[in-house]
Antibody, heavy 118, light 106 residues
């Protein structure tokens, strides 16, 4: 069974960048897009963007356009989300997710905490 | 972008009762899912395609649709069902989530 394993907690300064990884363990990404979703403290879920791994096609939420870059390395079954010009309000838990609707489910990473603090 | 409005914000119910959660879309939605989210855990899909139950999800969870209105019904609430629920449209980019409904113990 495929699991998504994300990189660890990050502490960043305002204005810097963070790059979070998401590796498919025990298999590969499905043909559906790998999405990145975040949850800031006390807030709801927020879709940031996604990538269809096999073709490298990306889509981003307008809110993050210009600050976010999502990439994928098919050879290592790893997706990456880089967010630049970090602000205090980017403090959140960041998740990757990969639907597998042909198996009636989807798979999520365990979440990566990013803390932006001076 | 498609805006999903969930109501109510909070639902206070007792175990064994029925929960009815609403999600209204600002325009046509081709694919809609419902997620359950608990603190410290990743979200878990309950329903996809508006009404198809995900693998391993108990049949007390059901989803329905009428135009741009979507409903998640939880029959006979179990203690483990108290959580936050989100609707999510994944048919049109940018994908979007509703604001969530918290189902709490009364």
């Amino acid at each position: 069974q495929v699991q998504l394993v994300q990189s660890g907690t990050e502490m960043k300064k305002p204005g810097s960048s963070v790059k979070v990884s998401c590796k498919a363990s025990g298999g590969t990404f499905s043909s559906y897009a790998v999405s990145w979703v975040r949850q800031a403290p006390g807030q709801g879920l927020e879709w940031m963007g996604g990538i269809i791994s096999m073709v490298g096609s990306t889509s981003y939420a307008p809110k993050f356009q210009g600050r976010i870059t999502i990439t994928a390395d098919e050879s290592t079954s790893t997706a990456y989300m880089e967010l630049s010009s970090l602000r205090f309000e980017d403090t959140a838990v960041y998740y990757c997710a990969n639907p597998r609707w042909d198996h009636r489910t989807d798979v999520w990473g365990q979440g990566t905490t990013v803390i932006v603090s001076s | 972008e498609i805006v999903l409005t969930q109501s109510p914000g909070t639902l206070s119910l007792s175990p064994g009762e029925r929960a009815t959660l609403s999600c209204r879309a600002s325009q046509f939605v081709s694919y809609l899912a419902w997620f359950q989210h608990k603190p410290g855990q990743a979200p878990r899909v309950l329903i996809y395609g508006a009404s198809s139950r995900a693998a391993g999800i108990p049949d007390r969870f059901s989803g329905s649709a009428s135009g741009t209105d979507f409903t998640l019904t939880i029959n006979r609430l179990e203690p483990e069902d108290f959580a936050v629920y989100y609707c999510h449209q994944y048919g049109t980019s940018p994908l979007t989530f509703g604001g969530g409904t918290k189902v709490e113990i009364k």
